[in-house]
C-alpha cells in the first residue's frame, strides 16, 4: 500500500477525541487564565490595585513605585495556578509573535526562590537583531527593548508540558524606533482618541473619550495531518501549487453553515474552552464555503485587545488543530479555484458614554453625528486608498483578491442603496426647504435613518470597505495577518480628516455660520470628494472594472507595486503629520514586507522545482517506461499495432509533457538565478513579473500528468481527499 492509500486508511481509523470541560459553563470557564480585574483585586492591595487601574484606564506607563507590588500579586497569582516561567509576549515585524521564557527560579545566598521583580515585569531586553528591522538595526546592534502594555491583560499560556506567564508588550529598538506593531497601533488610538472627542463635543458635550472596537472573522482550512504531510507544497508553502480541480463542484454552496461534522466539532469543543480560559469571547463557529474550510468570530472588543486576541487565537487553532490529527491552513488562497481565507475586520468607534459613532441616531442632531464620523471615513479611505490597499499587501492576498467572493484588489466602499440616497441628497439638496435652522435637516430625511438603515442596510460580498449598518467592515485583510497595520492606517487617516473637519468646522462658525450648517457644509464637501471611491453593485463586473479606470482608482498587479502606496507623497505627508511613522521606520516596513513577498515566492519556486525534478518527472518517466514495455510485449505476442494504440498515444503525451515540464521547471531557474544581484525593490518586483507567471504553466503540466498516471501511482493527496477526508 502506497503513503497516500495508508493515510487514507489511518483517517478513516482515527479515534474519537474526548471533549474538554464538558459540562462546564462558558460563565465558568471565562478569564480563568487571566490576571483579570477580579484577580487583581484579589492579588493586589485596594491602593496598588487603584492606582493600576488608573495606568490601564489612561494607558500610562506602570508607574515604577508600583511595579514591585504589582509583580509580587501576579507572581502569587501565577504561582497559584501552577506557572513555572514568564515571558514578554510581542509582535515583531514580519511575524505572528514572539516570546522568550525566563524561570521564576532565583538563587540567593544559597537558597532557591522563586522571584519576579518589578523590572523583570515591565521590561525585558530580547535581541533585536534576530527580528526583522528592515535596516533599524544592524546585525551587530542587538539591544531591543520590551516593555509591558497595562491596557492589555496578563494571561497564562497552557500546554501539556507546563504553563508559562505572557506579559503583552511593545517592542522598540535602542534607538526608540518602533520594531513591532503594538507600538504604531497605540499610538494611532491615543491620536484618534484625542481628535474624536473633539469633535464628539459638538454633540455629546460629555463625552471623555472615543475608543475603537473591532470584531475580527478569522477563516481558516482543516486538513488531516497524515494527508498533509504528503504534500512537500503545503509543508514548504503554506498552501498547494498543484492539484487537478475534479468533476465535481468543490465549491456548491453544500457545505456552507451545514451541520458540522462530529470531528470538527470535537476541535471546536478544544478551541473554544482554550479560548474562553484566555478571555477570547468566541462566539459564532461554522462551516465556511468551500469544503474543508471553516470560520469562528469571537465578540467586539476595544481594538488592541481584540488584536491580542485574534493573535492568540491564530497561535490556539495552530495548536489545537494538531492535537485532533489536523493541520490548520492559514494561507489566504490554499486551494486554486476555491474561496480564499481571510479576516473581516469590523470597526466601529465608540464614546465612553456608550454611543456608537457609526450607528445612526435617535434625532436629527444624533444622525448628524453620525453622518459627521461616518463621512470622515469616507474622505479618510478615498484620500488614502493606496496606502489602504498597501496595509493589506501580501502574496497570500495577491492570490485571494477578486477570486472566489473575495473582495477585489481595487477599493471601494459600499453604503448601500439608502444612505446612498440620503448622501447624494446631501449633497445636492431638492430645491424646496423651509428656512428655519433644523429644515434642511429634517427635509433630507436624517431624522428617518435608523427606521431606514434597520431594515435595508444590506452588505456587499465584492466590496474590500463595507458599511453594515453600525460598523465598517474592512474585508480585503487577509487571513494570516496581523491586523495592526490596516487598523492603524485607519485610525491614522480618520485622525488626519477629522482635524481638518473640526478645524474647517470651528473657521466657519467663528465667522457666524451656525453650528448645524456648519457641520452639514463640511459634511457635504467630504462627500462631494469621496464620491469615486465610492460603489453600489457588483465589483466583479465588467462595468465596475470599466468605471475604476475612468475614475483612475489606485489598481496595482501585485504586492510589490501596491507597497509604493507607503511611499506616495499623501503617505509621507500623513506620517509626518502625526507623527506616526518616522521616514526610517516606514522605510523599514516597506523594505520588510518586500522581502516577505520575495521570500514567499522564492520557497514557492523552489519548492516547485523540487517537487517537479525529484518527484513528478521520474513518476512520469516511470510510467512511460511501463507503456513502452506494454507495447514491445504486445508486438513480441504477434499482436498488431492498432492493439496498442492507446499506450502510444498516452506514453507520447506523457513524453511532451515531461519534456515541458522539464523546460519549465530549468527556465524557471535560470531566471531566478539572475536575480541574486538585484536589489530589493528590484528583484521583488521580478519575482512578481518573471518568476510569477512560470507557476501557472508549471501547475499546468503538473495538473496533466495527475490525471493521465494512474491513481496507485500518484503520490501526493489529491484536492477530493484534501478537502473531503475527515
Given at each position: 500500500m502506497t503513503p497516500r492509500y495508508q493515510a487514507l486508511a489511518l483517517i478513516r481509523k482515527r479515534s474519537k477525541h474526548e471533549p474538554e470541560q464538558q459540562g462546564v459553563r462558558p460563565s465558568e470557564l471565562f478569564g480563568v487564565n487571566v490576571f483579570s480585574r477580579k484577580m487583581m483585586k484579589k492579588y493586589l492591595s485596594l491602593d496598588i490595585f487603584e492606582a493600576l487601574q488608573q495606568s490601564i484606564v489612561e494607558r500610562r506607563t506602570l508607574d515604577r513605585a508600583i511595579s514591585g507590588p504589582v509583580a509580587n500579586g501576579i507572581k502569587a497569582w501565577a504561582i497559584d495556578h501552577g506557572v513555572t516561567h514568564y515571558t514578554h509576549w510581542f509582535q515583531p515585524l514580519g511575524g505572528r509573535t514572539a516570546e522568550k521564557h525566563e524561570s521564576f527560579l532565583a538563587l540567593t545566598d544559597g537558597e532557591v526562590i522563586e522571584k519576579f521583580s518589578g523590572e523583570?515585569?515591565?521590561?525585558?531586553?530580547?535581541?533585536?537583531?534576530?527580528?526583522?528591522?528592515?535596516?533599524?538595526?544592524?546585525?551587530?546592534?542587538?539591544?531591543?527593548?520590551?516593555?509591558w502594555d497595562c491596557s492589555s491583560p496578563i494571561f497564562i499560556s497552557e500546554s501539556d508540558y507546563g504553563k508559562t506567564l505572557c506579559i503583552p508588550t511593545i517592542f522598540v529598538s535602542y534607538n526608540g524606533e518602533a520594531l513591532d506593531y503594538k507600538i504604531p497601533l497605540l499610538k494611532s488610538i491615543a491620536s484618534l482618541n484625542q481628535i474624536a472627542t473633539q469633535v464628539a463635543h459638538y454633540f455629546e458635550p460629555n463625552v471623555k473619550r472615543v475608543y475603537p472596537s473591532l470584531?475580527?472573522?478569522?477563516?481558516?482550512?482543516?486538513?488531516?495531518?497524515?494527508?498533509?504531510?504528503?504534500?512537500?507544497?503545503?509543508?514548504?508553502?503554506?498552501?498547494?501549487?498543484?492539484?487537478?480541480?475534479q468533476a465535481h463542484s468543490f465549491q456548491s454552496g453544500e457545505?456552507?453553515?451545514?451541520?458540522?461534522?462530529?470531528?470538527?466539532?470535537?476541535?471546536?469543543?478544544?478551541?473554544?474552552?482554550?479560548?474562553?480560559?484566555?478571555?477570547?469571547?468566541?462566539?459564532?463557529?461554522?462551516?465556511?464555503?468551500?469544503?474543508?474550510?471553516?470560520?469562528?468570530?469571537?465578540?467586539?472588543?476595544?481594538?488592541?485587545?481584540?488584536?491580542?486576541?485574534?493573535?492568540?487565537?491564530?497561535?490556539?487553532?495552530?495548536?489545537?488543530?494538531?492535537?485532533?490529527?489536523?493541520?490548520a491552513i492559514l494561507h489566504e488562497?490554499?486551494?486554486?479555484?476555491?474561496?480564499?481565507?481571510?479576516?473581516?475586520?469590523?470597526?466601529?468607534?465608540?464614546?465612553?458614554?456608550?454611543?456608537n459613532l457609526l450607528a445612526p441616531g435617535k434625532d436629527p442632531m444624533g444622525n448628524l453625528m453620525f453622518l459627521t464620523f461616518f463621512v470622515a471615513v469616507l474622505k479618510a479611505v478615498a484620500t488614502h486608498s493606496e496606502l489602504f490597499r498597501a496595509s493589506i499587501a501580501s502574496a497570500g492576498n495577491d492570490l485571494r483578491l477578486g477570486n472566489s467572493e473575495a473582495p477585489p484588489s481595487i477599493l471601494s466602499v459600499f453604503v448601500g442603496q439608502y444612505l446612498g440616497k440620503i448622501l447624494q441628497d446631501i449633497e445636492n439638496p431638492p430645491r424646496r426647504r423651509r428656512n428655519d435652522e433644523n429644515s434642511e435637516?429634517?427635509?433630507?430625511?436624517?431624522?428617518?435613518?435608523?427606521?431606514?438603515?434597520?431594515?435595508?442596510?444590506?452588505?456587499?460580498?465584492?466590496?474590500?470597505?463595507?458599511?453594515?449598518?453600525?460598523?465598517?467592515?474592512?474585508?480585503?485583510?487577509?487571513?494570516?495577518d496581523n491586523s495592526s497595520f490596516a487598523m492603524t492606517v485607519l485610525h491614522t487617516t480618520l485622525s488626519q480628516q477629522l482635524q481638518r473637519f473640526k478645524r474647517r468646522v470651528d473657521s466657519k462658525m467663528n465667522r457666524g455660520r451656525v453650528k448645524e450648517s456648519a457641520l452639514l457644509d463640511m459634511i457635504r464637501e467630504y462627500i462631494s470628494e469621496s464620491k469615486?471611491?465610492?460603489?453600489?453593485?457588483?465589483?466583479?463586473?465588467?462595468?465596475?472594472?470599466?468605471?475604476?479606470?475612468?475614475?483612475?482608482?489606485?489598481?496595482?498587479?501585485?504586492?510589490?507595486?501596491?507597497?509604493?502606496?507607503?511611499?506616495?507623497?499623501?503617505?509621507?505627508?500623513?506620517?509626518?503629520?502625526?507623527?506616526?511613522?518616522?521616514?526610517?521606520?516606514?522605510?523599514?516596513?516597506?523594505?520588510?514586507?518586500?522581502?516577505?513577498?520575495?521570500?514567499?515566492?522564492?520557497?514557492?519556486?523552489?519548492?516547485?522545482?523540487?517537487?517537479?525534478?525529484?518527484?513528478?518527472?521520474?513518476?512520469?518517466?516511470?510510467?512511460?517506461?511501463?507503456?513502452?514495455?506494454?507495447?514491445?510485449?504486445?508486438?513480441?505476442?504477434?499482436?498488431?499495432?492498432?492493439?496498442?494504440?492507446?499506450?502510444?498515444?498516452?506514453?507520447?503525451?506523457?513524453?511532451?509533457?515531461?519534456?515541458?515540464?522539464?523546460?519549465?521547471?530549468?527556465?524557471?531557474?535560470?531566471?531566478?538565478?539572475?536575480?541574486?544581484?538585484?536589489?530589493?525593490?528590484?528583484?521583488?518586483?521580478?519575482?512578481?513579473?518573471?518568476?510569477?507567471?512560470?507557476?501557472?504553466?508549471?501547475?499546468?503540466?503538473?495538473?496533466?500528468?495527475?490525471?493521465?498516471?494512474?491513481?496507485?501511482?500518484?503520490?501526493?493527496?489529491?484536492?477530493?481527499?484534501?478537502?473531503?477526508?475527515?
Open positions: 523583570e515585569l515591565s521590561q525585558q531586553e530580547p535581541d533585536a537583531s534576530a527580528f526583522p528591522s528592515g535596516g533599524l538595526r544592524r546585525t551587530f546592534e542587538a539591544r531591543g527593548f520590551t516593555a470584531g475580527m472573522e478569522q477563516e481558516y482550512f482543516l486538513v488531516d495531518e497524515a494527508l498533509y504531510e504528503l504534500r512537500p507544497d503545503l509543508v514548504q508553502t503554506g498552501r498547494t501549487l498543484f492539484g487537478y480541480h457545505q456552507y453553515a451545514a451541520a458540522i461534522p462530529e470531528r470538527i466539532r470535537a476541535f471546536f469543543s478544544s478551541l473554544e474552552s482554550r479560548c474562553l480560559k484566555l478571555g477570547i469571547p468566541l462566539k459564532t463557529r461554522h462551516n465556511e464555503l468551500a469544503p474543508g474550510q471553516f470560520e469562528v468570530v469571537p465578540q467586539y472588543e476595544p481594538i488592541n485587545v481584540a488584536i491580542d486576541h485574534g493573535l492568540m487565537l491564530m497561535e490556539l487553532i495552530d495548536k489545537l488543530a494538531r492535537e485532533h490529527g489536523f493541520r488562497k490554499p486551494f486554486q479555484g476555491l474561496n480564499g481565507s481571510g479576516k473581516h475586520s469590523n470597526w466601529s468607534l465608540h464614546t465612553d458614554t456608550g454611543i435637516l429634517m427635509h433630507l430625511g436624517i431624522s428617518e435613518i435608523p427606521e431606514i438603515l434597520l431594515g435595508n442596510t444590506d452588505t456587499n460580498r465584492t466590496a474590500p470597505f463595507a458599511f453594515t449598518g453600525n460598523k465598517v467592515e474592512f474585508r480585503a485583510v487577509g487571513a494570516a469615486d471611491i465610492v460603489l453600489e453593485g457588483d465589483s466583479y463586473s465588467e462595468a465596475w472594472i470599466k468605471e475604476t479606470k475612468k475614475r483612475k482608482l489606485f489598481d496595482p498587479p501585485h504586492t510589490p507595486a501596491a507597497l509604493e502606496g507607503l511611499n506616495s507623497e499623501s503617505a509621507r505627508k500623513l506620517f509626518a503629520e502625526t507623527k506616526l511613522f518616522s521616514d526610517a521606520e516606514i522605510s523599514a516596513r516597506h523594505q520588510i514586507l518586500l522581502e516577505s513577498y520575495q521570500n514567499q515566492l522564492s520557497a514557492e519556486a523552489d519548492s516547485l522545482y523540487e517537487i517537479g525534478t525529484t518527484q513528478v518527472i521520474p513518476l512520469a518517466l516511470d510510467y512511460q517506461r511501463t507503456l513502452f514495455e506494454s507495447i514491445q510485449l504486445a508486438g513480441a505476442a504477434g499482436f498488431k499495432n492498432e492493439s496498442v494504440t492507446t499506450q502510444r498515444s498516452l506514453a507520447g503525451k506523457i513524453g511532451k509533457s515531461v519534456n515541458e515540464l522539464y523546460r519549465l521547471l530549468e527556465n524557471m531557474k535560470k531566471v531566478e538565478a539572475k536575480l541574486n544581484t538585484k536589489e530589493l525593490k528590484e528583484k521583488a518586483y521580478a519575482y512578481a513579473e518573471s518568476i510569477l507567471p512560470f507557476f501557472d504553466q508549471i501547475r499546468g503540466q503538473i495538473d496533466f500528468l495527475e490525471q493521465n498516471l494512474p491513481d496507485e501511482k500518484w503520490p501526493f493527496p489529491k484536492y477530493r481527499e484534501l478537502l473531503f477526508s475527515r
